[in-house]
């Protein structure tokens, strides 16, 4: 009876282990799903003012969903939506970015960014490719993103913080205005603070 006990002792904790090792695996059959903190995130584009100089414009207002996929570690599905209306530069360029010249924020209220790609150079870094919409033009855009965390790591069950950061020309989006005194290469840089969903 004793050795019937301690078999059957023996067999309850194999099992036990067991669990213990499928359950990472179950949690990875599905996907890795996020909403944007919006107070904890914004968007930055830098560009050159008359070649000795920079302008940073700041929007602080963006919401969006960040999914990652076991299934395909490829996989991205990220929308990030910025409102243009909040942009500012703490100088009064910001009523001309605003304007007809640049981001036209009365016929376009909203730039767009949507991640299609992902690629991990690292633990915590990967190239994320997608596209860029404003003023209603889409381009592509290749962004170099670092992550607070290894992302497939936390089992979606924590913040994630990533900073991407990529380069665009403004005249490709009919921004065109000012060309000797305003660079034609914009840098982008997303920093967001992604909360599970």
């Known amino acids: 009876m004793t050795g019937m006990l301690s078999a059957l002792t023996r067999l309850l904790a194999a099992f036990a282990s067991l669990a213990l090792f499928l359950s990472p695996m179950a949690a990875m059959a599905g996907d890795l799903r996020y909403v944007v903190d919006k107070a904890a995130s914004r968007v930055d584009a830098k560009v050159a003012f008359f070649g000795i ?56 209220p909203t730039v767009r960014f949507v991640g299609q790609r992902i690629k991990m150079t690292g633990d915590k870094t990967a190239d994320v490719e997608g596209r860029i919409t404003a003023r209603g033009v889409t381009r592509p855009i290749k962004l170099a993103v670092t992550f607070s965390v290894p992302p497939y790591s936390t089992g979606g069950t924590q913040p994630i913080s990533i900073v991407g950061t990529g380069v665009i020309d403004r005249r490709q989006f009919g921004m065109t205005a000012y060309p000797f005194i305003i660079g034609s290469m914009v840098k982008v840089t997303i920093r967001a603070r992604m909360v599970p969903n």
């Open 53 to 108: 100089a920079s302008k940073t414009a700041s929007f602080p207002d963006m919401s969006g969903t960040f999914n990652l996929s076991f299934a395909d570690l490829e996989a991205l599905d990220m929308v990030v939506d910025i409102d243009a209306r909040t942009l500012t530069t703490g100088d009064s360029q910001a009523k001309t970015l605003k304007g007809k010249n640049f981001f036209d924020v009365a016929h376009y």
